[in-house]
């Protein structure tokens, strides 16, 4: 279920991302701007699966950290899908161990879509 995009509304305080800042006009634009600048190349090759090719804009500081930063394009850096998902996994860890990898052994499972 999905609540309504509401621009002027913050509803229940929620974060940017849920009162729907992804999908205002400001935000695609600025998005296809990053993508452009960078090629359309995935800037961040953080990912061992990592395709190269830039779908995705990633927020350098964090949107909700940083909300002033959210449509400056010297935030933004283009990457492709598995590296964004890097990012959010890597944040919502702890910085303690590094030089740790995870390495997926199984092949061909797709867990999500
Ligand atoms: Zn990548």
Same mark, same amino acid.
């Given at each position: 279920?999905?609540? $309504? ?14 009162? $729907? ?10 998005? =296809? =701007?990053?993508? &452009?600048? /960078?090629?359309? *190349?995935? =800037? @961040? ?14 927020? *350098? &500081?964090? @949107?909700?950290?940083?909300? !002033?930063?959210? @449509?400056?394009? !010297? ?17 919502? %860890?702890? %910085? ?8 997926? *052994?199984? !092949?061909?499972? /797709? /867990?999500?879509?």
């Amino acid at each position: 279920m999905r609540a $309504g995009y509401h621009p002027a509304m913050p509803d229940r305080g929620g974060t940017l991302k849920e009162q $729907g800042f992804y999908k205002t006009p400001a935000w695609r634009r600025i998005r =296809q =701007q990053a993508l &452009q600048r /960078d090629h359309y *190349i995935c =800037q @961040l090759r953080l990912s061992s699966r990592c395709t190269g090719i830039a779908t995705e804009v990633h927020h *350098i &500081q964090e @949107l909700e950290s940083r909300p !002033d930063l959210g @449509l400056s394009l !010297d935030n933004l850096t283009s990457c492709c899908w598995y590296c964004h998902e890097e990012t959010k996994t890597r944040k919502s %860890k702890p %910085k303690t161990i590094s030089g740790v990898r995870v390495i997926n *052994i199984t !092949d061909g499972s /797709d /867990d999500e879509s």
